[in-house]
């Protein structure tokens, strides 16, 4: 049988590994906390509890999650089009493809506009911008690279009122128009 004093000893040693669990346990989730960036926190910091940083902090991370999504898909069809490009100058699939090449993207809000033409047929780049703008939307990034014989032109754009939206059908026509 155990003495009182041994119990007692141990009863103590029990809270005292608790206390220091719940110390470090509360030191690694301020220390999560600090690591969520200011844009992404609905309230200060200072007045949530650890139960409002762990939310953050997951939402936080399937924001992540999505955006590395999305930059994968980005990527897939960059290398979708650098294939399209080779296979174009090396001649397998002239009969299949026509140039110029239109390709409209919407997703969510954004709209993304992917265009390839070749030497003899150039579209000025102000057209393009001015239809997207023309629509509603706002152009956010816009650029043109030369490789080998044929001309690649990407715009970025998203809606300039999140109400209206874009009318991305309406966009591929007025451009189908312009490029034909």
């Known amino acids: 049988m155990k003495s009182n004093s041994a119990r007692e000893g141990t ?3 029990r ?3 608790e206390k ?16 969520i960036p200011k844009q992404h ?3 200060t910091k200072d007045m949530l509890s650890q139960q409002d940083h762990l939310d953050q902090a997951t939402s936080y991370i399937k924001t992540l ?3 590395i999504e999305k930059m994968k898909e980005r990527r897939g069809r960059k290398m979708n089009i650098q294939e ?3 296979e174009i100058d090396s001649g397998t699939t002239s009969s299949e493809f026509k140039l110029p090449v239109l390709e409209i993207r919407h997703q969510d809000s954004d709209l993304e506009v992917v265009l390839v033409s070749g030497q003899e047929k150039r579209f000025m780049f102000h057209e393009v911008i001015s239809i997207l703008e023309e629509e509603g939307a706002q152009v956010i990034n816009a650029n043109f690279s030369i490789v080998g014989k044929k001309i690649f032109y990407t715009l970025h754009s998203q809606p300039v009122s999140s109400r209206l939206g874009l009318d991305a059908s309406r966009i591929t026509e007025r451009l189908n128009q312009l490029i034909r």
Do not use: G, P, V, Y
Not at 20 to 35: F, G, T, V
């Open 15 to 17: 809270k005292t590994l």
């Open 41 to 43: 926190c609905d309230r």
């Open 84 to 86: 399209l490009d080779i």
């Open 11 to 13: 009863k103590l040693e």
């Open 20 to 35: 220091n669990r719940r110390i470090l346990m509360k030191n690694l989730c301020m220390k999560l906390a600090s690591l």
């Open 65 to 67: 999650r999505a955006r």
